[in-house]
């Protein structure tokens, strides 16, 4: 079979596969490129400066000369951003523009640009989906260190020159093949789209959505909540990630799990939110949030109507505040303070001034605010509407 049948064929057969996955990863991690892909497609294609953007890069992707300068074509230069950048600027006052900004300021995902003026904030919009674009081919395909390398790094063999040169070869064709509809992000986006599959990392989709599956009967319960019946608004129980891959769930898990069922027993709170994604070990088919709301039904006697599971944090940082997106989403009363339990040492760390400091530096905002420490397993906390704040640098939970 021809090269150009057989890579068309592949494209088929991962479209088709990739297809129910990709919506998610691009909703989450980059919301402001999917807005324009959805709702103005004719505005990013048909303008001449977009499209000569385009035009150039994907000439120089095709033309690379190694099959490494193809992957690193594929990224967004510095000059390709702020160009592009400046352009969608001055197209602000177009119809589907104005209404893309004002669903995302409504959406609160780059609430740190709120301030900005539609120009400036489609520009840092658009600023902080390509340089997650460019950081997934960074991590994914040339091997550069996340912040957590222990749990979130690379998963093939760039040391392998053979096997390497024909895996870019292929991404790279197919990038290409993908990227035909001539938007100006398509090769990045497509890119960084490759490479999180040929990684298998589709952490940041496990479970969606939660609203249809895995937390539709405590949802439901919510909206019936008589929240005045209790002085908390929710437990949040933290994961911890087994040390053994056959392992489904830690030692440390069972017992957070045990002690937050004992407070909810209590009445403290009508809900028990677990919090943990696939994390410990390194590609972990098991998530910590799931297996402890199994523990908690099987072994606590908890209903499920109870549990609301958050399986997507990877760090404590993202434990709160993904729990903090669930209750502004699902009404939760805001002047309530949620609890959260944890062992010991973790409350200790997320109780440290410099836990403020590392909000800021993984997820450009602190979404919380903390209460009273009632004891060293316990502490009060409220979540902040900035929890809503997208990291797309982070793209297994951005």
Wanted: charged content about 25%.
């Amino acid at each position: 079979m021809k090269r150009t049948a057989a890579v068309f064929i592949s494209i088929f057969v991962f479209c088709c596969a990739f297809a129910q996955k990709q919506d998610i990863l691009l909703r989450k991690n980059f919301p402001f490129t999917t807005a324009l892909e959805n709702c103005a497609g004719g505005i990013v294609r048909n303008d001449t400066g977009l499209k000569a953007v385009f035009n150039e890069k994907y000439r120089a992707v095709e033309k690379a000369a190694t099959e490494e300068s193809g992957v690193i074509r594929c990224k967004l230069s510095r000059k390709e951003i702020e160009k592009t950048g400046q352009r969608l600027a001055a197209l602000a006052g177009q119809t589907a523009l104005r209404d893309i900004v004002s669903a995302l300021r409504e959406s609160g995902q780059y609430s740190v640009y709120e301030e900005l003026p539609d120009g400036e904030f489609l520009k840092a919009a658009w600023r902080q989906d390509a340089e997650g674009m460019n950081r997934i081919i960074d991590v994914y395909a040339l091997g550069i260190t996340p912040h957590y390398a222990g749990i979130d790094s690379i998963d093939i063999d760039i040391r392998d020159e053979n096997y390497i040169r024909d895996l870019r070869a292929d991404v790279r064709s197919t990038v290409l093949a993908l990227s035909r509809d001539g938007a100006f992000y398509s090769i990045a986006m497509y890119a960084a789209l490759c490479w999180l599959d040929v990684n298998d990392r589709y952490e940041a989709a496990d479970y969606e959505p939660l609203e249809d599956g895995l937390n539709k009967k405590a949802y439901e319960a919510v909206k019936a909540t008589d929240w005045d019946r209790y002085p908390y608004s929710s437990i949040l129980v933290l994961g911890c990630g087994p040390e053994r891959k056959e392992e489904t769930i830690s030692p440390q898990s069972r017992m957070r799990a045990l002690y937050g069922a004992e407070l909810y027993r209590q009445g403290k709170a009508p809900f028990l939110i677990v919090s943990g994604g696939r994390v410990h070990p390194f590609k972990t088919p098991y998530s910590e949030a799931f297996e402890m709301k199994q523990y908690l039904m099987e072994n606590c006697g908890v209903p499920e109507e109870a549990i609301i599971c958050e399986p997507h944090a990877r760090h404590t940082t993202t434990n709160i505040r993904n729990s903090a997106r669930i209750m502004l989403k699902q009404g939760f009363p805001m002047d309530k303070p949620g609890l959260i339990t944890s062992s010991g040492s973790q409350i200790d760390y997320l109780a440290k001034p410099n836990f403020i400091n590392t909000c800021m530096r993984h997820m450009l905002v602190v979404p919380f605010t903390l209460g009273t420490r009632l004891n060293p397993r316990e502490i009060e906390y409220f979540p902040l509407p900035c929890a809503t704040q997208v990291v797309s640098e982070d793209p297994l939970d951005p």
